[in-house]
């Protein structure tokens, strides 16, 4: 096998560009290989290709790439081309290798794929929180913890059909050329994507999704006397901040009901509270209170920011999932509660940009318009002159980030 030379990647072509794809630039370009003297047939490049082992001699040939002769391309190993890693070549093997993986895999199609009911019934298990009220009823916990795994499993199928199409979408971005030979294939992964978008968004809460867009608009509490925070003493205040912020982090960014977001500041205040007994009673019961108060002030806001008002089409873009920095884990760019919003509330997709519109409560398109939003988003209807088009037309104007074509 040969070394690659410095500035040119090692390349099996006859596996990495499947006979039939548009070359579009590459159309044309020369390569030099060998074949049988014996048959016109397959092209090598190696000399000691096992392939050409039996033939009774071979001859060099130079080719021009091209429908025919990329259906003749040796597929073994060992038959790598050098082409220049310059800006051409990868992104064109990426975008030839994301559209392979456009291909549904098929092991949410079995028997195994939860039905209607079970997702409703998690559903409906999940609003009263994430763990049941007896923590001794194992019957009961075992159910929590099913319907927790089902959850995430469907939100996991959803995401990684999406970053599949998202990548794809960059590819024919960069390789406009590839457009209409990968659109069928785009387009029954997008349907899959429908279809678990819809399993995930059925697991989601919208009243609890417009009450975490309710929590920017909520002010701190301040310590009264009422606040039996006494077992603190002088740092009485800073836990009430501590517990106030990690009821808000929970309630405004995990698209969970506010009762989950209780349990949080509950944990804060145990951190707090550490081993003392003294007052430990006292300072639960009130924190109980408190957030039985800041919950209800909270879906008191949300009613305000939405209810009556007319809802909101806004564009985003979905970012990708990311692997995080020396192979380490999934790095999810999007909350819990934007992925929620996403599912929950999408009018029509775009996979080539990777966008999407969403028919909102005013008060969650506030929150997505946002500048600490991780998605970019647009408002679609303010200033549209077509602003009776469908939304799908719509969304169609807005390149986020205007992305260029390999010339
Ligand atoms: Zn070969």
């Known amino acids: ?40 047939g397959l092209l090598h490049a190696v000399e000691e290709c096992p392939q050409l082992r039996k033939a009774s001699g071979m001859r ?20 790598r081309w050098a082409v220049p890693d310059d800006g051409r070549w990868p992104v064109f093997l990426d975008a030839l290798d994301a559209v392979a993986r456009l291909r549904p895999d098929d092991e949410e199609t079995g028997e195994g794929r939860p039905g209607e009911a079970e997702i409703s ?33 469907l939100l996991a199928l959803w995401r990684d059909t999406q970053n599949r199409l998202i ?11 590839l457009r209409p030979w990968a659109e069928i294939k785009l387009a029954e992964l997008a349907e899959r994507a429908e279809q678990q978008r819809h399993r995930w968004a059925g697991i989601c809460a919208p009243r609890a999704l417009a009450d975490g867009a ?16 006494e077992v603190f003493g002088s740092e009485a205040p800073e836990v009430l901040g501590k517990v106030w912020r990690a009821w808000c982090a929970r309630a405004r960014w995990d698209g969970k009901p506010l009762v989950d977001a209780a349990s949080a500041a509950l944990g804060e205040l145990h951190a707090a509270l550490g081993r003392r007994r003294k007052g430990r009673e006292e300072a639960e019961e009130s924190l109980a ?74 008060g969650i398109g506030d929150q997505l318009l946002a500048a ?35 010339s």
């Open 1 to 40: 096998m040969s070394v690659p030379e410095t500035g040119t990647l090692s390349v099996v072509l006859g596996r990495c560009i499947e006979a039939g794809t548009p070359l579009g630039p590459f159309e044309g370009m020369y390569f030099s290989g060998y074949t049988a003297v014996s048959d016109t």
């Open 60 to 79: 060099v040939v130079d080719f021009a790439l091209d429908a025919s002769s990329l259906a003749r391309l040796c597929t073994n190993w060992s038959c």
């Open 121 to 153: 019934e998690a559903a409906c298990l999940l609003s009263r929180g994430e763990y049941p009220q007896d923590e001794d009823d194992e019957a009961e916990w075992g159910r929590y913890e099913q319907a927790r795994a089902l959850r995430d499993d």
């Open 167 to 177: 990548a794809a979408g960059e590819g024919l971005v960069a390789c406009p050329w």
């Open 214 to 229: 309710a929590i920017s608009t909520m002010s701190a509490p301040v310590l009264t006397p009422d606040i039996a925070f």
């Open 289 to 362: 209170k408190l957030t039985t108060d800041w919950a209800q002030r909270t879906r008191l806001a949300a009613v305000e920011q939405s209810a009556g008002h007319p809802w909101r089409l806004i564009a985003v873009r979905i970012p990708a999932r990311g692997r995080a920095p020396h192979g380490g884990a999934v790095c999810e760019p999007l909350t819990l509660w934007e992925l929620a919003v996403v599912a929950v509330y999408q009018v029509a997709v775009d996979w080539v940009r990777g966008t999407a519109a969403l028919w909102v409560p005013q």
């Open 372 to 406: 600490e939003s991780s998605m970019k988003a647009v408002d679609l209807i303010e200033g549209a002159e077509n602003w009776a088009a469908p939304a799908s037309v719509l969304l169609a104007t807005w390149d986020p980030d205007g992305r260029s074509a390999v």
